[in-house]
């Protein structure tokens, strides 16, 4: 069996600086019910502004970059915020598959709560055909059910898209149940693959361990009130399952509360929300990924490397693999969703940047280049 070798000296440092902050925080900005800001300004903030939001002709002609909003936080203050095609800081905005990354969160609270362990069967849970129970709550976080899956878009025929299928053709009533009709094409745990029926399942898997007097409102009570995210929504099927793939709503301020929330190991404001080490290994290659021939399979030029349910700025050297952003540090982790909604975290800059946006045309927009403007912001703001 192949394993994954990340640089060694990368991926150790890493652990220990998110071993010593274990504890939560103390000594920093916390927002109340709004963020503190310190907004830049000077030749980097007319760069960011026209790298960000200058369009190429009418909107209508869909070129150059069509960002929606942007919010940047260093050191708990804001000091970038744009908003432009009509979006103003009071909208709402879909995040599509960075509501991957608030279901881990969702899930670390239920785990720390007692509710199940990433070691239980589906079938501790919820209502599945035996040969389902070998599947786990951590093969789910790795999108690695084994199930069968197409995550195919505009790019491939909507009729083969499994994602297509359960989110607006047959399987939308009851997604879960959609996703345990595929059929195994792998061994549960051994080969990572790409999954938003995955998240789905996972979604419907923590709301029966959480039982009747949680399943509707945990991810309020979990997440959302707690940080402050008022502008929170979260779509479900019609039997009621949140649709953890793809359904999060909120405004940019409000995706930087989840983002700060995991800079913060977590915390909030001297609370641990999420068990501790959750970050971490969240933040970690995931396990399933590590195994077989997975990155050979699944791992593309320019990609990420998954972590659970989130995206790491990791190396891999066996596949001559870069960076995906080799302008941030290698500690940078984000939640990524379709058309350019992005949250991403960089610890080692104290930094979280969100951008929502319509970035229907691949290849047009520079997340490295966003990257590189948001680290020189942090580091012309005065401490």
């Given amino acids: ?19 010593a902050a274990a504890a939560c925080p103390a000594g920093v900005t916390w927002p109340a019910a709004d963020w503190p800001e310190a907004l830049a300004s000077g030749p980097t903030v007319e760069a960011a502004d026209e790298f960000l939001f200058t369009l190429t002709g009418r909107d209508e002609d869909r070129k150059g970059a069509r960002t929606d909003g942007v919010v940047i936080v260093h050191r708990g203050r804001i000091i970038y915020e744009r908003y432009a095609r ?40 919820y209502d599945a055909d035996a040969e389902l129970c070998d599947i786990t709550v951590g093969d789910l976080l790795d999108w690695a059910s084994g199930l069968y899956w197409n995550e195919g878009y505009e790019d491939d025929p909507y009729y083969l898209s499994s994602v297509i299928a359960m989110l607006y053709g047959v399987g939308s009533g009851d997604m879960a149940a959609f996703v345990t009709a595929q059929g195994f094409v792998d061994t549960p745990g051994t080969i990572y693959r790409y999954s938003s029926g995955d998240s789905v399942l996972l979604s419907a898997v923590l709301a029966s361990a959480l039982g009747p007097g949680l399943a509707d409102d945990y991810p309020w009570e979990f997440i959302f009130d707690p940080i402050g995210m008022t502008s929170a929504m979260f779509e479900r099927d019609q039997v009621g399952t949140y649709v953890g793939s793809s359904y999060v709503y909120a405004t940019p301020r409000d995706l930087a509360r989840f983002g700060y929330l995991f800079l913060r190991d977590g915390c909030w404001d001297g609370e641990r929300l999420v068990p501790e080490g959750w970050v971490a290994d969240s933040t970690q290659p995931n396990p399933s990924f590590q195994k077989g021939n997975s990155y050979e399979q699944f791992l593309r030029d320019g990609d990420a ?16 693999h870069e ?36 970035d229907r045309e691949s290849g047009v927009f520079d997340q490295n280049r966003y990257l590189e403007l948001a680290l020189t912001l942090a580091a012309e703001d005065s401490p």
């Fill in 1 to 19: 069996m192949q394993r994954l070798i990340l640089s060694c000296c990368t991926v150790a440092s890493l652990v220990a600086a998110r071993e």
């Fill in 86 to 125: 009509g979006y103003a800081q009071h909208n709402r905005h879909l995040s599509w598959s960075v509501s991957k990354s608030f279901l881990n969160a969702m899930v670390g609270v239920g785990v720390g709560r007692g509710a199940l362990t990433v070691d239980d069967s589906i079938c501790d849970h």
């Fill in 305 to 320: 490397v998954p972590g659970r349910h989130w995206w790491l700025n990791l190396p891999v050297p066996d596949l001559a």
């Fill in 323 to 358: 960076r995906r952003w080799p302008a941030a540090p290698p500690d940078t982790f984000a939640g990524l969703g379709h058309w350019g909604q992005t949250i991403f975290v960089v610890p080692s800059a104290d930094l979280v940047l969100v951008r929502t946006a319509d």
